[in-house]
């Protein structure tokens, strides 16, 4: 089926909606590829001119979500489009893109590796690797360990997220925000990188070195965001195509065009 057939599968939804109901399918996918959703978490993300975001059906496997597994809600909750029950944990979404206007894109995983640093006494998350710049001004802990399933649950945790990142939530997962779904996708890859680098540290029984204040300026004066998020969704987008882990009528609407790839002069 080619995502013309799908579109017109997809209730009608304007162009808007339906890019952000396929970027949300492909991110949800190619997160599942990367172990960082699995047989739960999820995604939302704003719809430009809709006074609502997109989310999907909470029973749908992430390995398998479709334009057709989306649902278009409001910020108060209710369903508008689409045939199903949102995640239980929908206030985590509500409640975070109220609250941060900056933000297009949150992801809720159940990351094991994530988990860990909420377990361990005397242990921060904190950045080692370069890309990790991007969680400098920390990454709190909400100490809430239940299901998000109400409002108010959700309004604390966006209150512990405040203006980061990044927020761990105890023993039970994480939350990321970010300015798109693509920068999200590129994002969590980064987060579990991080973490794995400063588990393996701990694991060797080292004393972690964890970026520096100076390092971190030095790393954010050569940092090409908008680019590496282009190079890397580039690389996972066509990389799950070949191993259809996305569907190829997905591609045209998905990978980058060549001009899309070209960095301009100086860069
Ligand atoms: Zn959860």
Redesign the pocket.
């Known amino acids: 089926m080619s995502v013309t057939e799908m579109s017109r599968t997809a209730r009608g939804s304007n162009s808007a909606t339906q890019q952000a109901m396929l970027e949300t399918a492909a991110t949800t996918r190619l997160l599942e590829a990367e172990g960082i959703l699995d047989y ?2 999820h995604v939302s993300t704003r719809i430009p001119g809709r006074d609502a975001f997109v989310i999907q059906i909470g029973s749908t496997s992430r390995a398998e979500v479709t334009l057709e597994s989306m649902l278009v809600v409001d910020y108060d909750g209710n369903v508008l489009e689409g045939d199903g029950q949102p995640p239980s ?1 929908l206030p ?1 979404h509500l409640e975070i893109l109220r609250a941060r206007p900056d933000v297009q894109s949150v992801l ?3 990351m094991e590796l994530a988990i860990a640093f909420t377990m361990m006494e005397g242990v921060t998350l904190v950045p080692m690797r370069a890309r990790a710049s991007r969680w400098k001004s920390g990454i709190p802990i909400d100490p809430d360990p239940s ?2 399933k109400l409002r108010e649950q959700g309004r604390s945790l966006a209150r512990t997220l405040g203006p980061h990142h990044a927020v761990l ?1 105890r023993a ?2 994480l939350c990321l925000v970010a300015e798109t779904v693509r920068a999200l996708f590129v994002d969590a890859v980064h987060f579990k990188e991080n973490a794995t680098a400063l588990m393996q540290t701990l694991q060797a029984g080292a004393k972690p070195i964890p970026l520096t204040e100076a390092e971190i300026a030095q790393i954010e004066k050569m940092e090409m965001r908008e680019w590496h998020i282009k190079k890397l969704w580039n690389y996972y987008v066509r990389k799950a195509l070949d191993e259809q882990v996305l569907p190829q009528a997905w591609k045209d609407a998905l990978v980058p065009t060549r001009e899309m790839l070209t960095r301009a002069p100086g860069l």
């Open positions: 739960s978490g944990e985590i809720h995983s159940h299901h998000i939530m039970h997962g």
